[in-house]
């Protein structure tokens, strides 16, 4: 059964920094992009970044370059996301995704999706 679970949020002071996982089961992430994605209530969902589990190459959204960092484990079949300096505008509930294919950020282009976990940014 193929699985992906997110784990890492919370609440954090703005300019925080918080490490998202997302671990997948089921299935080898070779050959996958995951994707992490996030959505703030009466929003649509956004693509924040994403990264080829076989080499690595990665994108991001503009409003994370320069905050947010993805990087794989492959031995663990684990994704990170590294977020530092948070904004209040970061809120959302953050989710992970994969597929099959090259690297983008449009979440109905992905296939298999987490939970999502909720970060929240305040003071």
């Known amino acids: 059964q193929v699985q992906l679970v997110e784990s890492g949020g919370g609440l954090v002071q703005p300019g925080g920094s918080l490490r998202l996982s997302c671990a997948a089961s089921?299935?080898?992430?070779?050959?996958?992009?995951i994707g992490w994605f996030r959505q703030a209530p009466g929003k649509e969902r956004e693509g924040v970044s994403c990264i080829s589990v076989s080499d690595g190459s990665t994108q991001y959204a503009d409003s994370v370059k320069g905050r947010f960092t993805v990087s794989r484990d492959n031995a663990k079949n684990t994704v990170y996301l590294q977020m530092n300096s948070l904004k209040p505008e970061d809120t959302a509930v953050y989710y992970c995704?994969?597929?099959?294919?090259?690297?983008?950020?449009?979440?109905?282009?992905?296939?298999?999706w987490g939970q999502g976990t909720q970060v929240t940014v305040s003071s």
């Open positions: 995704a994969a597929r099959i294919g090259d690297l983008v950020l449009f979440a109905n282009w992905y296939d298999y």
């Open positions: 089921g299935f080898p992430l070779d050959y996958h992009a």
